[in-house]
């Protein structure tokens, strides 16, 4: 089967060195962004493998100790059992380095305490465990550990989809007093991106008042322009009252100049009365 390692890529491409024994893995941007590898799991997860003929069940607990004894050491951070009566230790939770990929995720190499059979020339070769962490393709994929093959040199390898290397936290340098934490979330007493806009915005209106009260200042004129205009926005339109009365006949003239009865009074009404009193006679 194909396996992704980071020992198969370019030494220029490689992390520098590996890091040994944190769970703290910073990505290929240097230290902006870190993958936490203790949110993989907190207990121990059982995992059935095979070799050839032999069949195996490993139990692992990345980055802690493996809270069942299983037989094998103290500090197993992975234990390999065959049957019922024996036990191997291939990866120690005190001796362990990680990597991250070049293409995302993370890689573990964890040496174990019991020497490897397979080695007939170099007696001191241990088992190891080699772990690569990978992001889930789809939401559709299972998340675990799957064990894919043991090499000739005593490795066991295993494949592990977990969502805790899919999006590295963002770590970012916090001045004294406040800033952003972990994720760019806004500490207690420091300043986010909306806060900081409140502040340009704020400083901007205060200089263009300060610019309107010194033009102000220096004109007597504009001053006053500027006042009457607030007063006249300040104030609401009102509806003009209009006042009616009767005019006297003298100033009742139409546009020709004679004079017109208005409501029967005037000139004219006088001189009707006094025709009536000529006919009587």
Known sequence: PLFRSIAACPVELSRRNPITGSCKVPGLDDVKTTYDLTQVTSQDVSVPGTSGDDRYVFFLNPCRTLQGSYNCDPDVMVCQTKGQSSSYTIGLSTEFDVWPLLDGGV???????????????????????????????????????????????????????????????????????????????????????????????????????????????????????????????????????????MLKSEEANDESGENLNVFGTGKAAEDEEEDDDLLDL
């Open 107 to 245: 890689e573990m190499r964890s040496n174990g305490s019991t020497p490897c059979h397979h080695s007939n020339s170099d007696k001191t070769m241990k088992k190891q465990t080699i772990i690569e962490f990978t992001c889930p393709s789809d939401e559709t994929e299972k998340e675990g550990p799957v064990f894919l093959y043991e090499s000739s040199q005593c490795h066991y390898v295993f494949s592990w989809t977990t969502k805790a290397v899919c999006n590295p936290i963002e770590i970012v340098d916090l001045p004294e007093g406040g800033g952003s934490n972990v994720d760019g979330l806004p500490s207690k007493g420091g300043l986010n991106g909306g806060k900081v806009f409140g502040i340009i915005v704020l400083v901007i209106v205060i200089l263009l008042l300060v610019v309107l009260t010194v033009v102000l200042v220096r004109s007597s004129r504009r001053r006053a322009a500027f006042f009457a205009a607030l007063k006249w926005c300040g104030s609401s339109p009102k509806t003009p009252a209009y006042k009616y009365s």
